[in-house]
């Protein structure tokens, strides 16, 4: 299952830019995801606060570059576990 990550180009100086680079350089656990970056998201509130991300189109967010990877993974993390248990169902 691929997992895509969406980052805004206005939002990249706050330290986002870091985050898409890791992922693209040493994506670890995250080696299925697809990495894009947008000229805007449409969520220049959230752009202007703090580093974040669009993944499977919910914003992930962190107040460090370091706290946005950790989440970024924690919620692919959740979202996958949640996946499995809803096949496991049949659906």
Do not use: H
């Not at 805004?8 to 995250?30: F, I, Y």
């Not at 697809?34 to 202007?48: F, K, M, R, S, W």
Request: charged letters at 30%; a negative charge; aromatic letters at 8%.
């Amino acid at each position: 299952m691929s997992i895509m990550i969406e980052f805004c180009r206005a939002n990249l100086n706050t330290g986002s830019e870091q985050v898409k680079d890791q992922l693209l350089k040493n994506p670890g656990d995250l080696e299925d995801a697809e990495v894009i970056e947008y000229g805007c998201l449409g969520n220049c509130g959230q752009c202007y606060l703090e580093p974040f991300a669009m993944v499977e189109g919910m914003i992930v967010a962190g107040e460090t570059p370091e706290e946005l990877l950790n989440n970024i993974r924690n919620f692919v993390k959740k979202k996958q576990e949640e996946d499995k248990q809803w096949r496991e169902l049949g659906f």
